[in-house]
């Protein structure tokens, strides 16, 4: 089965200082893995994906993620950190499996970062 | 472009009353409509898959009678929660999927319902 995982209920970065945030996956296949983002009672905003190609995927807001095949593992990481990226942060990957093959997303069980002045 | 939105944003309603949301894509064709509950600080669980023009299919544990999704155009779904009750109270969200090009290898994501029930 297709799995997600995010070992961090809770990230805490102080602002200006790098930040990560852990992904790790389970799929047979070739994954493809999206990173969002949500900030208090609203949707889900994309940040990036990696479906093929260069494994450093540059995204919104200044993020990006690495996808590593061998560590089965997208983390987000971000350069310098500010307190407005403080945030519920959501990894995912496409379910490619089923007949109908809809796009089914499988989330990760999200992560808060906090950003810290 | 490939915005979605959603109707209401927040809606309070009586125990035993029906409450329907809708979703819709503004600015592409959404051949696919998921729909998601989310209980505060958790991940979104998915309720349903949609296509437009047929049957919704709904995750194991998910009473299709109580939630009553409608795709009948390619921009708009509704999901409809019938005789509502506190535990049905939760924020909803939906997505949409497109025909084609980048809108077909992504979701977009509405901005959600606060739904209470009272």
């Known amino acids: 089965a297709q799995s997600v995982a995010q070992p961090e209920d809770q990230v805490n970065v102080a602002e200006g200082n790098p930040l990560t945030v852990k992904c790790t996956y389970s799929?047979?296949?070739?994954?493809?893995l999206f990173w969002y983002v949500q900030y208090p009672n609203r949707g889900l905003q994309f940040l990036l994906k990696?479906?093929?190609?260069?494994?450093l995927v540059k995204g919104s807001y200044g993020f990006e993620a690495e996808f590593n095949k061998s560590q089965t593992s997208f983390h987000l990481k971000k350069p310098s950190a500010l307190v407005s990226d403080s945030a519920l942060y959501f990894c995912a990957v496409r379910d490619l499996h089923g007949s109908s093959n809809t796009g089914k997303l499988i989330f990760g069980q999200g992560t808060t970062l906090q950003v810290k002045p | 472009g490939a915005v979605v939105s959603q109707h209401p944003s927040w809606v309070i309603c009586k125990s035993g009353t029906s409450v329907k949301i809708e979703c819709r894509s503004l600015?592409?064709?959404?051949?696919?409509m998921f729909w998601y509950r989310q209980f505060p600080k958790q991940s979104l669980m998915l309720m349903a898959t949609s296509n437009e023009g047929s049957k919704a299919t709904y995750e194991q544990g998910v009473e299709k009678d109580k939630f009553l999704i409608n795709h009948a155009s390619l921009t708009l779904s509704t999901l409809t929660v019938t005789s509502a009750h506190p535990e049905d109270s939760s924020f909803y969200i939906c997505?949409?999927?497109?025909?084609?090009?980048?809108?077909?290898?992504?979701?977009?994501f509405g901005p959600g319902t606060r739904l209470t029930v009272l």
């Open positions: 600015d592409f064709q959404a051949t696919t």
């Open positions: 990696y479906i093929t190609g260069d494994n």
């Open positions: 997505s949409a999927r497109g025909l084609a090009g980048v809108s077909y290898n992504e979701q977009f």
């Open positions: 799929v047979s296949g070739n994954p493809y």
